[in-house]
């Protein structure tokens, strides 16, 4: 029996998983803030407490280069609002989603795990409005392919930036 697109996206799901994990679990604390050049996007601490990140409504030229707690931010916000549009629920704003912190990757955890169980329940036919405007008439199946491919983006980015840390280390600069 040939396998369904679920169950290809599924199998692609897990792969990049399986590679984010990899960079994921030799993330160091130093590495979160590590900042690779002098123009970035990092998360800042505010006097509540929480870390809120660097963002502007139109990209700059150039692109500022993000660090690991930035995209670590970034895909708890671009996720937790995908498994809450695939939920029927209404996303927390941007603005009010913070890095977590110690609990970066304890969260990621968690968004994968419902995600999966999100997933798992919906149909895959259904219409979905994120992170398109709702008339483009994609499905969930879409919503699935573009969290793939936005979390093998940010996993590599992250990945890129955890090598580039580690040699500069090695090399002493």
């Not at 150039?62 to 695939?86: E, G, K, M, R």
């Not at 483009?136 to 996993?155: C, D, S």
């Not at 980015?157 to 090399?171: K, M, V």
Request: charged content about 20%; hydrophobic content about 45%; aromatic content about 12%.
């Amino acid at each position: 029996m040939p396998a369904s697109s679920h169950d290809i996206l599924r199998w692609q799901f897990d792969l990049t998983w399986s590679l984010a994990r990899y960079h994921f679990d030799a993330l160091t604390p130093e590495d979160f803030h590590w900042e690779p050049g002098p123009l970035i996007w990092t998360v800042h601490r505010g006097a509540d407490g929480n870390w809120r990140p660097d963002w502007a409504e139109v990209e700059p030229d150039p692109i500022p280069v993000p660090t690991v707690a930035w995209l670590t931010w970034h895909i708890d916000w671009w996720w937790s609002t995908a498994l809450a549009h695939i939920e029927g629920r209404t996303p927390t704003p941007r603005e009010e989603v913070f890095w977590a912190g110690d609990a970066a990757l304890t969260r990621l955890d968690d968004l994968r795990v419902g995600w999966s169980t999100a997933l798992e329940a919906a149909d895959p036919d259904a219409p979905a409005a994120y992170p398109w405007p709702a008339d483009a008439g994609l499905t969930v199946t879409h919503l699935a392919a573009w969290v793939n491919a936005e979390l093998m983006k940010n996993a590599a980015e992250i990945g890129q930036l955890r090598l580039l840390r580690a040699a500069s280390l090695a090399c002493g600069v």
